[in-house]
């Protein structure tokens, strides 16, 4: 009996070391969070030829190195790697080419007149970037520990920013599935990138307003949807509207939504229009954050400025939806002010018609010019704080 109850108690003392040996294998296999100090940087050997300024076309050529980070459901978060630029290989049946678990973010570096490198606004892309992996069952990572990578890349990358006014870096963060096999279900592996491509001014003589096509037959996001969301599944649809609108002379969709036809976003872009009542009263519209309008970084940055900086007496800044009928009444009655696109990209992009059912609807621009007042104002201090002209908490210096 004593020998069974030594036995025993042996036994337990066993059992809790393996419960301790256990439990100290399952925290080294807690998944490892993102963790920019562990960064390793292998330099390229063969340095690119810089195009010059003028001959940057958007997206299409990239810097010397990119930003790797694999990502596996037990480990975590592996090693940060920044590496020369290069092909990814993966097995055919990675997840990513079959059920579209991509998702990306798009953001910009400046040089500023001092030659350093600033950022604009980039919690808000990563708090974004977090939000789409989340959506389709990708990783989720510590927002600052990619910032600070990034960072890394543009310090080593840096004298492909341009410093010219109008010219910038555009950075590319983008998440994939890579786990392999043709079963639907969460990834078991990832890979986070980022690649950067030297960018100039969207328009390359000022601005250039565009004639858009109001777009109904085809619905680019709905309630319930993932609209909302930067994942790479929401634009592939996207382009053969945008091919038939282009057929009939227009640059862009803009998306109309539901049985009272409101208007939600443009091309790939956020949607504003400033209207004018008979007695003088202004009023700066955009659609509200409902789960179908992607929440752009320069769209909130336009809703914060102008709430600030526009004569409240003047105006009202409004999220609400309005119908393209609203539109086309207001235009008629000369009562439209101006519309304008905005996003990264082109920080804004003026219109200067709409077509819808037959009918071109006129939107002013100012005499001679491609833009109107308050879009021009807009982009300036936009602009003014991107290149830390204006200094604001908005701007990060990264070196
Ligand atoms: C990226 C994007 C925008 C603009 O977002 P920004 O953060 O201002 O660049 C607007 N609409 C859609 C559909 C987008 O994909």
């Known amino acids: 009996m004593f020998s069974n109850l030594r036995n025993s108690i042996r036994l337990t003392t066993r059992s809790a070391n393996l419960g301790n040996i256990l439990s100290r294998m399952s925290s ?11 960064l390793v940087i292998h330099k390229t050997e063969n340095p690119k030829q810089k195009l010059p300024n003028e001959k940057l076309v958007f997206g299409r050529s990239f810097t010397d190195h990119m930003l790797e980070v694999p990502w596996h459901k037990t480990s975590g978060w592996g090693t940060p790697v920044i590496k020369p630029y290069g092909n990814i290989t993966l097995d055919p049946s990675a997840i990513v080419f079959h059920y579209a678990f991509e998702l990306f973010e798009g953001m910009k570096a400046y040089k500023d007149a001092k030659g350093h490198i600033r950022i604009f606004r980039p919690d808000k892309n990563m708090t974004r970037m977090n939000k789409s992996a989340s959506r389709i069952c990708l990783p989720t990572f510590d927002s600052e520990e990619l910032i600070k990578l990034i960072g890394e890349l543009l310090k080593l990358d840096k004298s492909f920013i341009p410093d010219q006014r109008g010219y910038s870096l555009y950075i590319r963060p983008t998440m994939i599935g890579t786990t392999t096999g043709l079963g639907v279900h969460a990834p078991e592996d990832a890979l986070l990138y ?24 085809a619905v680019r996001a709905w309630p319930g949807g993932v609209g909302d969301k930067k994942l790479g599944a929401n634009y592939a649809p996207s382009v053969k509207p945008q091919l038939e609108a282009a057929s009939r002379g227009y640059q862009q969709n803009l998306w109309l939504f539901g049985p009272d036809k409101h208007v939600t976003e443009v091309g790939t872009m956020n949607f504003f229009v400033a209207f004018q009542d008979k007695n003088g009263k202004k009023e700066l519209v955009t659609a509200p954050l409902d789960g179908m309008i992607l929440e752009g970084v320069t769209r909130d940055s336009i809703l914060n400025l102008c709430k600030e900086k526009l004569d409240k007496s003047e105006w009202t800044i409004s ?3 309005c119908s393209i009928k609203e539109i086309q009444e207001k235009a008629q009655k000369g009562e439209v002010l101006e519309a304008f696109g905005s996003g990264t990209a ?25 833009a109107g007042a308050l879009t021009k104002q807009i982009a300036q201090w936009i602009a003014e704080r991107q290149y830390g002209i204006v200094e604001s908490d908005w701007s990060r210096v990264i070196d």
């Open 28 to 38: 080294t296999a807690t998944q490892a969070a993102l963790d920019a100090s562990k």
């Open 346 to 370: 082109a920080v804004v992009s003026p219109v200067k018609e709409i077509g819808y059912d037959g009918q071109h609807i006129k939107i002013p621009l100012l005499p001679g010019e491609e």
């Open 319 to 321: 999220e609400r939806y």
């Open 194 to 217: 980022v690649v950067c491509s030297p960018v100039g001014p969207y328009y390359s003589t000022g601005f250039k307003a565009v004639r858009l096509e109001a777009t109904d037959y």
